[in-house]
């Protein structure tokens, strides 16, 4: 494996309680040890532990959002292209970066990873790294890249901030692609401040049929599960804004918060039958961002309908259906709009499952997504210069720079 390394102290082998610095161009390393190795070329980590507290249930494969406002950017690519994560055991996990900002003081990164697995019983812990040589991320369908941190369950995942240079697409995450095409575009714009989760969201500055914005995901049958979640945040302006995710206007399905009311949903089922269903307590703030989940479908051969606010499950009325949604061809998924009903405020982070997940799933993942919940994943000591790691583990590196005969030597790495 061939890296980059840093011509710095602060890359070096720690041998017997004496860092010995490396300075060379690059080097060779033999045999990989751990989870810090210089050879990498990531000169600086973080760690960084979830409290078991904090998971309702174990979850696995599950995406974390990281919202870190104080790294020193001196230490990293003004791009920001030189992040990777990794786990408790050193592997590296998928990472999707969303955006990092240098402009101020500090580094400010929002960024999602995915985690393997996340106990409900004892802290899960991970790393990151940075300070690299070396600019670029994965491709986004490549092992480590921004689709695979979203399992396959996840149809579509649009947090909405992206700015592509075109100002009518809108970038899915997911592997399915699915980029969102805006349509009678009057005055939308992707704000800076307001987003539930990240530093920036869609906004939606009109509320009426002649000059709303709408965002169209397609008509993909991929985003008509017969089991079904719906999840987004929104924050409303005005009274008579609605927020929602609608196929076919009630005719297939529609997830929607409509201002001052309670969060709703309506489709039909597979047969042509109406199901309807509306939360009744748990009240949203109806100037306050609030993060919505939606589900519909069979578990087992039991019809299942749930609403979500802010995490914990809604009493609700309503039901109805056999459990399958219907299948609507030529329909598209429409964000922002609902029968003759748009939105004037903001939506963030909406995402479409085919799955339905347990209810410990659904509060983990309201806690993972909202950085708000400054508890859900803390810092584990300050930013440290990487070190290899593994106690009595062998490693040859090759020093290039030397000569042209390249010197070699062997140490007994010590932690």
């Not at 969303?98 to 990164?109: A, F, K, P």
């Not at 697409?169 to 592997?175: G, I, M, P």
């Not at 597979?270 to 748990?282: D, E, L, Y």
């Not at 950085?371 to 210069?385: I, K, P, S």
Request: aromatic content about 10%; some cysteine; proline content about 2%.
């Amino acid at each position: 494996m061939k890296a980059a390394v840093r011509d710095t102290v602060s890359s070096y082998v720690q041998v017997d309680g004496v860092n010995i610095p490396l300075r060379t161009k690059s080097c060779t390393v033999k045999k990989r040890i751990g989870e810090n190795v210089v050879g990498e070329g990531y000169a600086y980590y973080r760690n960084f532990s979830i409290a078991a507290a904090n998971v309702d249930a174990d979850v696995t494969y599950f995406p974390v959002y990281l919202y870190i406002t104080d790294l020193d950017k001196t230490h990293i690519l003004n791009s920001g292209a030189d992040f990777i994560a990794k786990d408790s055991a050193g592997n590296r996990i998928p990472l999707e970066i969303e955006s990092y900002n240098s402009d101020g003081e500090t580094g400010i990164l929002s960024a999602w990873i995915q985690l393997p697995a996340i106990s409900s019983t004892e802290a899960t812990t991970f790393t990151l790294h940075y300070g690299s040589a070396v600019e670029g991320q994965p491709d986004r369908d490549a092992a480590y890249g921004m689709e695979a941190v979203w399992e396959s369950a996840f149809k579509t995942v649009h947090h909405l901030a992206d700015k592509t240079g075109d100002a009518t697409k809108v970038t899915d995450s997911s592997s399915s692609d699915f980029e969102g095409t805006k349509s009678l575009v009057g005055g939308d714009t992707i704000t800076e401040d307001d987003g539930a989760t990240s530093d920036k969201c869609q906004q939606w500055t009109n509320a009426d049929a002649a000059g709303a914005t709408v965002i169209d995901l397609g008509i993909d049958l991929a985003l008509n599960p017969s089991d079904i979640t719906v999840m987004f945040w929104a924050k409303h302006k005005t009274v008579s804004a609605q927020a929602g995710v609608d196929r076919g206007g009630g005719n297939c399905y529609t997830a929607v918060w409509p201002k001052g009311a309670y969060p709703t949903f309506v489709g039909k089922d597979s047969a042509g039958t109406g199901i309807s269903f509306t939360a009744n307590n748990n009240a949203p703030g109806a100037n306050d961002w609030n993060h919505f989940i939606f589900v519909y479908g069979l578990v087992g051969e039991t019809v299942t309908h749930d609403i979500y606010t802010n995490g914990v499950v809604c009493n609700h009325s309503g039901g109805g259906g056999n459990g399958s949604i219907k299948e609507v061809i030529g329909t598209q998924v429409l964000l922002g709009k609902y029968s003759l009903s748009y939105l004037n405020g903001w939506m963030d982070e909406v995402m479409i499952l085919d799955e339905i997940k347990d209810a410990g799933w659904y509060t983990t993942l309201y806690n993972a997504l909202n950085h708000r919940n400054e508890a859900f994943y803390t810092q584990v000591g300050d930013e440290t210069g990487a070190t290899a790691t593994t106690v009595g583990s062998q490693i040859e590196i090759i020093n290039q720079a030397d000569s042209k005969k390249a010197k070699k030597a062997r140490w007994k790495l010590l932690y």
